[in-house]
């Protein structure tokens, strides 16, 4: 069963625009961003750094909880889960 990554409005540049990624995978959150950076490596460049972590100023949601309470990029995924990507925002 697929896992739907949302993508917020600031990163869809990436993407061609779209609000929703179906990704054909599930297991842990390594798993999923692999395969969504084998069809759009533009956006998993913004979400991962070159040895695969996660971005500092990158939150990411698994059904609603954060990646890193429950492991982070080993975090697991069910099928049907939704991931959502949300970059941080800093100002002052």
Request: one cysteine or more; a neutral charge.
């Amino acid at each position: 069963m697929a896992v739907t990554v949302l993508v917020p409005s600031t990163l869809r540049g990436e993407v061609g625009g779209v609000k929703s990624l179906s990704v054909d995978t599930a297991g842990t959150l390594r798993t999923v961003l692999d395969e969504m950076g084998r069809h759009w490596p533009r956006l998993e460049r913004r979400v991962r750094d070159e040895q695969g972590a996660l971005r500092r100023y990158m939150n990411v949601y698994i059904d609603g909880v954060d990646c890193r309470s429950i492991g982070g990029s080993d975090a697991p995924v069910p099928g049907g889960a939704e991931v959502h990507l949300l970059p941080s925002v800093a100002g002052g």
